[in-house]
């Protein structure tokens, strides 16, 4: 077989035939699909079929919607889903995900454990305290759905060869230029893998990590025991177990506290197959299940499926385009691909024939993965955390513990002996607060939820800087080198603000999409005529460096690209005695004006200072060479004592951040939301041709508004509703506790502006407020 085609999708479960049937749908036509097998041979044939639709991301709420949109015009499709609470605290959880799913439009609502029962006759209440009730949930037969995928995008003209397994893929110059199989060779401008539990597999072929594991995931199908008919889904998380009717008898499954990830790679003959029934590993989900549906004790198991699905390092899809050009990736589904199929192959479509994501996938971008996820044994053990606690409640500050500590700055052994409590990101070990600087001042504990991320050092942080002076290690902050002759007009092309100013000048500036929406947010500092340095957010800095080289791979930049976040230590010093710390240790010019670049010493120690701050409050961002770190920070705590310096983390940084107004990107500001939008108007220098210029509107209808809630002990987490005289107009996208003007504060995009009242519901309950 010598063959071409524009598009060649490798994969033939619901991922691939999705992509396939949605790509023809606009009207691409030259595709084809290419199984090693026969379709759906992958994972798709054992998935337990449940489509649930409310996640706290609207994007991915907006992609399952679609999924159902989707399948109720297909066959074997029906509706309604439960939740169980079994518990307070699963209940609360129960209350904030109704409030998600009325800013996002979806009618969840919360029943009575009797309500319950009507809907699911075969339940056994005790101990319910509620539950969630969607009626628009629902179920289909996965084997069925992948080939009614297929078969629309068969009918509107995409190719499909089965039994046709590839060998290596064809790169050429950072871009892929073919496909070989064992039936002969394909050339194509774009690979779109969708291999599922084969994804890691395929991806080398192109010299492309996808960090996935295979794990174990096993369910049972019973005999038929009862005689209801239009059963709902039904989840309970308590008790790790969830339901789904299967003609007059159920499949039940649920996730294991000791899950069994599997082999990478996947063995080349595994094809429609499953593995052995691990019933000591299942014991636990049984014996949850009889619980709450006691026929369960006694009826007859007449299938047990246990088959490898293919789970990432954070429980996100693996989407997008990878770093070789024209390569991209549909992976990943972390045992929901069957409810994200439908909205997967929509986004995916979109994507490869637009350039772009049609909505905000930063979280689900393949480019969001460091380096250290090239490790299989980190991305083994990030995944079976993720397996054992999928069903684990989630308040925030909750801290992930699998391969900690990895990245840490060279003060790391500092802050741990002086009290320290570490969070972590993208690797990178982070001070939260020193439990140490609690003192006897009284701040209120937050209501709910809220407090597991609160502790009395916080305020004392914060109150701090705000008064004296605080130090913060900010060397997780991703730091990118932007060099060679080309460096100024790539950056002055993809940045709004102008960037390509003089040397030393520091510049905070905004990365667009083609919609206007913003793609990144950081500041560049000109180093020299062709030297720049990008410092963005600790997470942000695989994702920004692959949009930069994307960018310059299609303008053809004479530009060399680096990532030298651990070359660099990064130490905050702000408030309003940070002068009169640094002037006696410090040699060079300190009187530099705002938002520039100085190369100076601070005691032994070579230093970069940056005048820029995140706190509202006087200071520098101080960058040294890593092996100076550590007498940097040394140097800096020493010369502050006398002034009362406090060392914070990065939660005093956050309430500090929401009293100033600063955006963080991810939260308040993302690709669906432009400058003009965000308040960053000023960065948009409109009388330069720039990325996404066309596109901005400078007097946009909703604006992100800051409010003050009325109740300073409830403190928003995010994704709440916004009412504007009882109608709800947008959500929140930040909120915290501002310690300096002690009032609980948030975010939200609105219409109306400053003194509006509005109402946010929190965990069911409503709080006023005001738009300040």
């Not at 890691?200 to 295979?214: D, N, T, Y």
């Not at 369910?219 to 038929?224: E, G, L, M, S």
């Not at 100076?628 to 140097?635: C, P, Q, S």
């Not at 003009?676 to 009388?687: N, P, R, S, T």
């Amino acid at each position: 077989m010598s063959d071409s085609a524009r598009i060649v999708i490798i994969g033939g479960g619901v991922g691939g035939t999705s992509v396939a049937h949605h790509l023809t749908e606009l009207g691409e036509r030259d595709v084809l699909l290419l199984e090693r097998d026969e379709l759906t041979s992958g994972s798709t044939f054992h998935s337990a079929g449940l489509v649930g639709q409310l996640r706290a991301d609207p994007a991915l709420t907006r992609m399952n919607r679609h999924s159902v949109e989707l399948y109720r015009r297909l066959d074997g499709w029906s509706e309604c889903g439960l939740k169980l609470a079994a518990s307070p605290g699963r209940l609360a959880e129960i209350r904030r995900q109704i409030g998600w799913a009325r800013a996002q439009d979806l009618p969840l609502e919360e029943i009575s454990a009797a309500e319950a029962v009507e809907l699911f006759p075969l339940m056994d209440p005790r101990g319910v305290v509620g539950a969630a009730y969607l009626p628009t949930d629902g179920q289909i037969d996965p084997s069925q759905l992948c080939y009614a995928l297929a078969g629309l995008a068969r009918a509107a003209g995409a190719r499909i060869r089965t039994r046709t397994r590839v060998l290596g893929i064809d790169v050429e110059n950072g871009r892929v230029t073919g496909v070989r199989t064992d039936q002969g060779d394909i050339a194509c401008e774009i690979v779109v893998n969708c291999g599922g539990m084969f994804a890691a597999e395929i991806g080398r072929m192109a010299g492309v990590r996808v960090p996935i594991i295979p794990v174990s995931h096993q369910y049972v199908i019973t005999d038929a025991f009862h005689g209801h008919t239009g059963l709902p889904t039904l989840r309970d998380p308590d008790l790790l177990v969830y339901y789904r009717q299967e003609v007059r008898g159920l499949v039940m499954g649920g996730y294991e506290r000791t899950c069994a990830p599997w082999t990478d790679p996947v063995p080349q003959d595994f094809n429609g197959r499953l593995l052995p029934e691990d019933h000591d590993r299942f014991a636990e989900i049984f014996a949850g299940s009889r619980l709450r549906v006691p026929a369960m004790a006694d009826v007859g198991i007449r299938k047990m499926i246990n088959g490898p699905e293919a789970f990432t390092p954070d429980n996100e899809f693996c989407l997008g385009e990878s770093e070789v050009g024209g390569f991209f990736v549909a992976a990943g589904f972390c045992a929901h691909g069957i409810a994200g199929a439908g909205g997967v192959g929509l986004v995916m479509a979109e994507w490869i024939l637009a350039g772009e994501p049609p909505m905000d996938l930063s979280h689900m971008d393949i480019r969001r993965f460091g380096a250290h996820y090239r490790s299989p044994s980190y991305t083994r053990g990030r995944v079976v955390e993720n397996y054992e606690t999928y069903y684990d409640l989630r308040p925030p500050g909750r801290e992930r513990r699998a391969g900690r500590p990895l990245r840490t700055s060279p003060a790391y052994p500092w802050h741990a002996a002086h009290g320290a409590v570490f969070g972590e990101k993208a690797g990178w070990e982070r001070v939260h607060y020193y439990a140490s600087n609690a003192g006897p001042h009284e701040d209120p504990e937050p209501r709910g939820w809220a407090a597991e991320a609160w502790h009395p050092a916080i305020g004392a942080e914060h109150r701090a800087t705000r008064t004296t002076a605080g130090l913060f290690d900010e060397s997780s902050f991703a730091k990118l080198e932007v060099t060679g002759p080309g460096a100024a007009a790539l950056l002055e092309w993809v940045c709004d603000n102008r960037v390509a100013r003089e040397a030393g000048a520091v510049t905070y500036t905004q990365a667009l999409n083609r919609r206007g929406g913003i793609e990144g947010d950081f500041t560049v500092t000109r180093r020299g005529e062709d030297d720049f340095l990008i410092v963005t957010g600790t997470a942000c800095g695989t994702r920004d460096l692959g949009r930069l080289r994307e960018q310059a791979r299609r303008r053809g930049a004479a530009v060399r690209l680096a990532d030298v976040t651990g070359q660099y230590a990064c130490f905050a010093l702000w408030g309003p005695r940070a002068r009169d710390i640094l002037a006696p240790v410090a040699a060079g010019p300190l009187e530099a004006p705002g938002m520039s670049a100085r190369e100076i010493t601070v005691g032994d120690v070579p230093v970069l200072a940056l005048r820029v701050s995140f706190v509202g409050e006087h200071g520098w961002e101080l960058y040294c060479s890593s092996e100076y770190g550590r007498a940097l920070w040394e140097t800096l705590w020493a010369a502050g004592r006398p002034h009362g310096l406090v060392a914070g983390g990065y939660r005093a940084i956050d309430s500090l951040r929401l009293e100033k107004g600063h955006r963080v990107w991810g939260t308040d500001i993302g690709p669906e939301t432009t400058p003009y939008e965000a308040g960053l108007g000023f960065c948009v220098a409109a009388d330069k041709d720039f990325l996404g210029r066309d596109a901005l509107d400078p007097d946009p209808a909703r604006r992100l508004r800051r409010i003050v809630l009325d109740d300073p002990r409830t403190v928003v987490l995010g994704s709440e509703p916004v009412r504007v005289d009882g109608l709800v107009a947008g959500r929140v996208t930040s909120g915290g506790y501002g310690y300096t003007l002690e009032r609980s504060l948030a975010y939200a995009y609105l219409e109306p502006g400053p003194g509006t009242r509005v109402e946010i519901e929190s965990f069911g309950e409503p709080v006023g407020g005001v738009v300040a």
